[in-house]
């Protein structure tokens, strides 16, 4: 599937079937009790996130608030990842995705709230983790422009580039092995291998996320 994209010249079918690519490749590592849509985020104020390509969310908490044929509208308290998909990454894209961080940031203030208090100290509970996935790119500073961006350096997203290499949240290497970007950018001589890091890293912890909250909808209701 990822082959016949690359010789659709339709810019908004190509687009289309890369999102369909990976939501089918995520569909076979997800677990039955999480779900995939597309479209916005919006917490209990109404406060709204930009549009995201994919949102996996819980079930088992609180429903889409609306949803057709998995476009729709979905409330922060189940939504556990947001991940963006471009044929091109460019640093507009990665501007872009800066405005994805910022609104499932919980040091925010104008970003998204969970309603419902979390079950760590003070209330609190994790937020969305943000991806995004790249199939290629022009932008030769893509790793010192991810280093340099304060939004992108200070979060746990994940960034991949198909063929490229890896962004992903600080790693614990030794002392002894001193790797550019603190180990946080990856390359791979494996085409495939960054991609499967990717979903494996997607999906760790996705569950420590889910039951890091309590579901409440009594705080949406009242």
Known sequence: MFSITKSIHHNGEKGSLREAFLVNL?????PFNYGIGSGI?????GKQSVQADIIIYDKRAMPPLLESSGRGVYLIDSVVRVI???????????????????????????????????????GAGYYPVCAMFGFKTDYRGFADECAN???IERSQSLICIDG????????DYSAKINLPYDGRFITFEDDTYGLRMFIGLLFDQIDATAQSRTYRPIDWLL
Not at 100 to 115: E, R, S, V, Y
């Open 26 to 30: 995520i569909q076979i590592f997800l």
């Open 84 to 122: 963006e998909v471009k044929s091109t990454i460019s640093k507009r894209s990665l501007d872009q995705f800066s405005e994805m961080i910022q609104c499932f940031d919980p040091d925010n203030p104008q970003g998204l709230k969970l309603a419902s208090y979390g079950k760590f100290l003070g």
């Open 149 to 151: 961006n304060p939004v």
């Open 164 to 171: 490229v290499g890896l962004w992903t949240h600080r790693q």
């Open 41 to 45: 985020v919006i917490d209990r104020s």
